[in-house]
């Protein structure tokens, strides 16, 4: 069953590559739009059935206003946030906002391709784990929030984050040996070791993870400065 859809996100190279997934499961995917700003404007525009909306930080003031407004110029699309596992705020946020459903950033793209049909058939799409984590969270609150960044972050030594955040901006590995001062095969070994302890088979899936978590940016402020503007020219070969 083909939909027509619209991938937004603020790292492109996680827009592009749901994109190119859904786009092989034979769904007509009209644009994948990064950076989120002006974004919304573009789906009012196009008026997809679906809008697949990324964010990295759902529980952040205003995260959801272009959603607002695309359900109040586009009420016949659907919006599909795609994030971290969200607190109460983040999903309650996002349904407030008009939101038809929110899924993991990390479910599988069958889950997402489920996640689709359900929002524009009208149905609410979001699995029951969700809804019972949140009513969970809700009435035993936790001091401290689980954040997914600062977890993953703390695996990963100052090189090997130093590393990701290289990746992201697309280097291959001799270019980041050369930024780093160390040998291709060096360089070679820390890539490996950061996909190994981020649990993903590629750079593109280390890439998009980071960037879905938030442990990309934490990463650049660990390193001393964002990301030098790369995080959208994909993760390069080597």
């Known amino acids: 069953m083909t939909v027509r859809l619209m991938v937004v996100d ?24 990064a950076p989120a700003a002006g974004a919304a404007e573009l789906v009012v525009s ?13 529980a952040e003031p205003g995260a959801f206003d272009p959603v607002a407004r695309i359900r109040r110029e586009r009420p016949q699309t659907a919006v599909v946030v795609l994030g971290p596992v969200p607190s109460p705020r983040g999903i309650a946020a996002a349904f407030a906002a ?12 069958e889950g997402v391709e489920r996640g689709m049909v359900r929002a524009r ?3 609410a799409a979001v699995a029951p784990q969700l809804l019972r984590g949140a009513f969970a969270d809700l009435l035993n609150p ?9 977890r993953l972050l703390r695996m990963l030594t100052p090189r090997e984050a130093e590393v990701l955040v290289r990746v992201a901006e697309g280097e291959d590995t001799r270019t980041i040996a050369v930024g780093m001062g160390i040998a291709p095969s060096t ?4 890539v490996q070791r950061v996909l190994m302890k981020l649990g993903v088979g590629s750079r593109l899936e280390a890439a998009a993870l980071a960037a879905r978590t938030g442990l990309l940016d934490r990463a650049a402020r660990a390193r001393g400065g964002g990301p030098r503007g790369g995080a959208d020219r994909g993760a390069g070969p080597g």
């Open 142 to 150: 936790r001091t401290e929030p689980d954040d997914e960044g600062v």
């Open 46 to 58: 196009r008026a997809p059935e679906v809008c697949l909306w990324g964010t990295a930080s759902p």
């Open 187 to 190: 360089a070679r070994t820390h």
């Open 98 to 109: 008009g939101a038809s459903g929110y899924i993991r950033h990390d479910e599988r793209i």
């Open 121 to 123: 058939a009208g149905e």
């Open 10 to 33: 603020d790292h492109r190279l996680h827009a592009e590559a749901l994109a190119s997934a859904l786009k092989l499961r034979g769904h007509r995917v009209l644009a994948a739009a």
